[in-house]
């Protein structure tokens, strides 16, 4: 398509997403980066548990809950919401 029909649907009002492809785009600073952690097995039982309880796995739990502790802490990522 041509960028005088793109930008004529656009005007008109059309949604023009589906004529990209969005599976490149990343969102800046949130980008997975590994890391090791050594808990003791107190603490593993604990958040198995927990994981299990909620029907996620254990990573889930510890991400959701460091994120809160940031956020109480007011170290908030200027990313999320």
């Given at each position: 398509?041509?960028?005088?029909?793109?930008?004529?649907?656009?005007?008109?009002?059309?949604?023009?997403?589906?004529?990209?492809?969005?599976?490149?785009?990343?969102?800046?600073?949130?980008?997975?980066?590994?890391?090791?952690?050594?808990?003791?097995?107190?603490?593993?039982?604990?958040?198995?548990?927990?994981?299990?309880?909620?029907?996620?796995?254990?990573?889930?739990?510890?991400?959701?809950?460091?994120?809160?502790r940031l956020r109480a802490?007011?170290?908030?990522?200027?990313f999320c919401p």
């Amino acid at each position: 398509m041509k960028a005088e029909e793109l930008d004529k649907k656009f005007d008109e009002g059309e949604d023009i997403l589906n004529y990209f492809d969005l599976s490149p785009l990343k969102r800046p600073g949130l980008e997975a980066h590994q890391i090791n952690v050594d808990f003791p097995k107190w603490m593993l039982d604990g958040l198995d548990r927990e994981a299990q309880r909620l029907g996620v796995h254990r990573h889930a739990i510890i991400k959701v809950w460091i994120s809160e502790r940031l956020r109480a802490e007011r170290h908030i990522c200027p990313f999320c919401p």
